[in-house]
């Protein structure tokens, strides 16, 4: 069923002290029955039916949960496709377009288009693997940001199917939740993101990201990122 994600809903609760304890042993435990080493869903192409094509393009608008922030639109195109990879364009109106190249490796990319940022977690992960509820991965890598911090420590799990209304219309959708944790040396307990929770939705009709939601916390719960974005228009090559 559709959940109600609206950005603007307080962050979730969460157990300070559980979480200022948590180490390295706690979230491999935590994960058990996860893949383990570099997360590679697979090195080629598996499900051809879920790959996107050359010119197929999706049109999607970015919502912040901060009133002061305005809501924009922006396009991806598919550029390449490739047996090992997939390659897009992110763009919007008066920023220069952002090129990334998707493998089966999973990957958390943020692409900057200068008045505010995308994040990205494996668009097109349904088309290198079938996945299975329940299914998950950890020692996903996500960017360290600006300043040599602490290396966050990410995991994801596939929660299940979703039946998702956006713009474009209504999906269903396999829902992925991705969080990490970081904390030690050079994180900054009231500055720096702490703590990362993400939340895809993948719907195979449309070959990409329907629903996307994206939220981060200092380590003293202090919210930083809240913002999202859903698809406005799927427009197949």
């Not at 603007?8 to 157990?15: G, L, Q, S, Y």
């Not at 990957?107 to 299975?132: C, D, H, I, N």
């Not at 420590?153 to 199917?161: C, D, E, I, P, S």
Request: glycine share 8%.
């Amino acid at each position: 069923m559709d959940h109600d994600d609206s950005l603007t809903r307080p962050a979730r609760t969460i157990d300070r002290r559980r979480f200022l304890a948590l180490g390295a042993g706690a979230l491999v435990a935590g994960v058990a029955g996860c893949s383990s080493g570099p997360p590679i869903v697979s090195e080629t192409l598996r499900e051809p039916l879920a790959a996107p094509k050359v010119g197929d393009a999706w049109r999607y608008r970015y919502l912040s949960g901060w009133s002061q922030v305005p809501s924009r639109e922006f396009s991806v195109r598919v550029t390449q496709v490739a047996t090992n990879g997939i390659a897009d364009t992110l763009s919007s109106s008066g920023y220069a377009e952002q090129t990334q190249l998707w493998t089966g490796m999973l990957a958390f990319v943020v692409r900057s288009l200068g008045g505010f940022s995308v994040a990205e977690f494996s668009p097109y992960l349904l088309a290198f693997a079938r996945v299975q509820p329940g299914q998950g991965w950890y020692n996903i890598p996500l960017p360290a940001g600006a300043a040599p911090l602490t290396p966050w420590k990410a995991q994801a799990r596939v929660r299940g199917t979703d039946s998702v209304t956006v713009p474009a219309g209504t999906f269903e959708a396999v829902r992925v939740d991705l969080s990490a944790e970081r904390f030690g040396a050079g994180v900054s307990p009231s500055a720096d993101a702490a703590q990362l929770s993400s939340t895809v939705w993948y719907a195979p009709a449309v070959k990409r990201i329907a629903r996307f939601r994206h939220q981060t916390w200092t380590l003293t719960m202090l919210p930083i990122d809240n913002d999202g974005y859903e698809l406005l228009e799927y427009k197949p090559a």
